[in-house]
């Protein structure tokens, strides 16, 4: 099994423009979430889903929307990259479970210049 | 709003040393604690912690939870170059389906 897989692994893009990041899981996992890492700053919820066809604010959504059309996919969009938007992002996912651990892609390295 | 706090933010040792990593919180509905060890790429899960007083353990690392005083401690004994990572704790939102996570502890273990 593959887990969880990001595509691109690396990205830079220039101020205005926009992109989409692309996760997918083949766990069969219901919840799946989408994280920025900054120096010094841990991991930042951007946007979760908690099943197929729904999606829920985190802490940081601001410039991000999320589609979650199919259960294995979760799709990250900037609309309007911006230079704060440079970062680490990482897409989870966990099973429906209570407690269950988060299983994380091995990132995507986003720089806005 | 949940809270997840580490101590310290970095931690420089030697091979051999004994490192203690603290983690405290803040949160509703409190039902589990999670740390995960993150190298150079995605972080991993190492326990997941749920009664206090009862220690996980994993080779040389360990785990407890401590209940009272909202807080667990990740204990790593014998250090090693390869335990060189950032230790991350999280705390799942069991109603709202995530997780808050703490800044993390960045562990430099020098030869």
């Known amino acids: 099994n593959a887990g969880v897989t990001q595509t691109p692994k690396f990205r830079v893009l220039k101020t205005g423009q926009s992109m989409t990041l692309l996760c997918a899981q083949d766990m069969n996992h219901e919840y799946m979430y989408w994280y920025r890492q900054d120096p010094g700053m841990g991991l930042r919820l951007i946007h979760y889903?908690?099943?197929?066809?729904?999606?829920a604010k985190g802490e940081v959504p601001d410039g991000y929307n999320v589609s979650r059309l199919k259960k294995q996919n979760f799709l990250l969009g900037l609309e309007s990259a911006a230079p704060s938007q440079t970062s680490v992002y990482f897409c989870?996912?966990?099973?429906?479970?209570?407690?269950?651990?988060?299983?994380f892609g091995n990132g995507t390295r986003l720089t806005v210049t | 709003e949940d809270k997840v706090v580490q101590s310290p933010l970095s931690l420089v040792v030697h091979e051999g040393d004994t490192v203690t990593l603290n983690c405290s919180y803040e949160?509703?509905?409190?039902?589990?604690l999670l740390w995960y060890k993150q190298e150079k790429k995605a972080p991993t899960f190492l326990f997941m912690l749920t009664s206090s007083g009862i220690e996980k353990k994993s080779g040389r690392l360990s785990s407890i939870l401590d209940k009272k005083e909202l807080s667990s401690i990740l204990n790593i004994t014998a250090t090693q170059t390869g335990d060189s990572a950032i230790y991350l704790c999280a705390v799942p939102n069991t109603n709202a389906g995530k997780s808050t996570f703490g800044d993390g502890t960045t562990l430099t273990v020098k030869p």
């Open positions: 989870a996912s966990r099973n429906g479970q209570a407690n269950s651990p988060l299983h």
């Open positions: 949160v509703t509905n409190f039902r589990s």
């Open positions: 889903s908690v099943g197929e066809g729904t999606t």
